[in-house]
């Protein structure tokens, strides 16, 4: 889910691993030199999901930083089971709202339904993310390094 800390854990957890990091959602703006949002806005959800596909299946042995809704086609969730060590990161709604609320690069919700956005999306994608996560780290209370290091441990394992 947006907001529950994949970017800033993925690149912590890859200066502590010394591993390489990869942001799917920069690097997609990086490629098409244009905002997430504006993607969503010109050329469509379908086209942002298709560009988000071909990067995941270019990753190879780096920590990834997923869009939330890379779960939502069939194939980046059989890649994922089959090529990594997926972590689930969840916390609250009222945790992602506090976190997300004063950005405006999210084209899949409504700051008029915020909560009821989130809802939605959150029961929609969560049966995806217990499918393929090796782990589930609930985020809402823990430090930036007490979820590298309870990663860290599970990868370990």
């Known amino acids: ?33 244009i905002t997430i949002n504006e993607i969503f806005k010109i050329k469509g959800e379908k086209y942002f999901r298709n560009i988000e596909s071909k990067i995941l299946i270019e990753c190879k042995n780096e920590i990834v930083s997923c869009g ?24 609250s709604i009222n ?3 506090k976190r997300i609320e004063n950005t405006s690069s999210r084209p899949l919700l409504n700051e008029k339904n915020l909560k009821n956005d989130l809802l939605e999306i959150k029961k929609t994608r969560m049966r995806y993310y217990k499918n393929i996560a090796n782990i589930t780290i609930l985020t809402d209370y823990m430090s930036l390094d007490d979820v590298c290091n309870e990663i860290i441990q599970e990868i370990n394992k």
């Open 68 to 91: 939330g809704g890379i779960i939502l086609n069939k194939k980046n969730r059989n890649f994922l089971k089959d090529n990594g060590f997926n972590i689930h990161l969840k916390c």
């Open 1 to 33: 889910m947006m907001g529950t800390g994949k970017s800033t854990v993925g690149k912590s957890l890859s200066e502590k691993l010394k591993n390489s990091f990869i942001d799917i959602d920069q690097e997609i703006e990086k490629r098409e030199k």
């Open 95 to 97: 945790t992602i709202i």
